[in-house]
């Protein structure tokens, strides 16, 4: 199983001035580096593809879904532009050769409200119709979306492995698929090995990341029985480590992300990666 790291590990927003991650991540061990999409505008995009394939590494591509970028929004002009993100980052993801991109496709982080139940199903309406048109695209290219549940202090839309298979069943396509971040379904989840087997072939990605976040392995999650259960539906797709050693503003607040989350980015990148690389490649 290849092993992964994110740019948010140490940098936000990611740019052509952060490109010595690359070279961290491949000193390290890492097989795939997952590129970060905040701002396309600040990545030579020939360059980076041209460094990942001189490091050997391999390439997964990730969306930061701020205000401006909700497909389920009640502003039309704002579902717009959210949806012309999804297109943007899938034809990235196509040029870096990609096989996913991931993110909470549906809503913006950090959109969190009790709303009545004719809204939601009206913001559901919206959703639906945007990702029927981002899988015609993610077809065409050949890139799978990866629709990621996120806990119920950053979305009111998609908390659980169950809201997020109906919401990908609705759509019925098998270029849109599911990604599983382990942070989350710590909150949501009753027990992640089980999500896990429901999810089955829907599963295409997966963040390892510990309860709070931190170094993968020195918190309290199930990492035997994830395994397992991964090894149990035959999942054959990347671990790729998330989380923030140097927040943007805007991410900070979306994520809650207070205090740093180990001593230091290189810290955490080196030692979750001998922890993962130990629990799942042994």
Request: proline share 4%.
């Amino acid at each position: 199983m290849d092993i992964g790291v994110s740019t948010f590990v140490w940098v936000s927003p990611f740019s052509t001035a952060s490109f010595d991650v690359l070279q961290k991540a491949k000193d390290i061990g890492y097989d795939v580096i997952e590129i970060a999409v905040e701002d396309r505008q600040l990545i030579d995009w020939p360059v980076l593809k041209k460094t990942c394939r001189d490091l050997e590494l391999n390439v997964t591509v990730s969306g930061a879904f701020g205000m401006d970028r909700d497909i389920s929004n009640e502003r039309p002009e704002i579902r717009a532009n959210g949806l012309s993100y999804i297109v943007d980052c899938l034809e990235i993801a196509s040029e870096l050769e990609s096989p996913i991109f991931g993110g909470p496709l549906y809503s913006a982080v950090g959109k969190t409200r009790l709303v009545p139940e004719a809204q939601k199903q009206q913001e559901r309406q919206w959703c639906l119709e945007n990702l029927h048109q981002a899988t015609r695209r993610a077809e065409e290219l050949g890139v799978t979306l990866a629709l990621e549940p996120l806990n119920r202090f950053e979305t009111d839309m998609v908390n659980t492995v169950d809201q997020a298979i109906s919401l990908v069943d609705e759509v019925g396509s098998s270029w849109l698929k599911i990604a599983l971040d382990t942070f989350h379904s710590n909150i949501e989840e009753k027990n992640i090995p089980a999500s896990i087997a429901k999810l089955g072939d829907r599963l295409v990605h997966v963040q390892a990341n510990e309860n709070d976040r931190g170094t993968p392995g020195t918190g309290h999650l199930d990492w035997a029985g994830i395994r397992e259960a991964l090894d149990a539906i035959g999942y054959r797709g990347s671990l790729v480590i998330e989380t923030f050693g140097a927040p943007s503003k805007e991410l900070a607040r979306a994520a809650s992300i207070w205090r740093p989350l180990a001593n230091s980015a290189d810290e955490l990148a080196t030692e979750g990666y001998d922890f993962l690389k130990k629990t799942f490649c042994n």
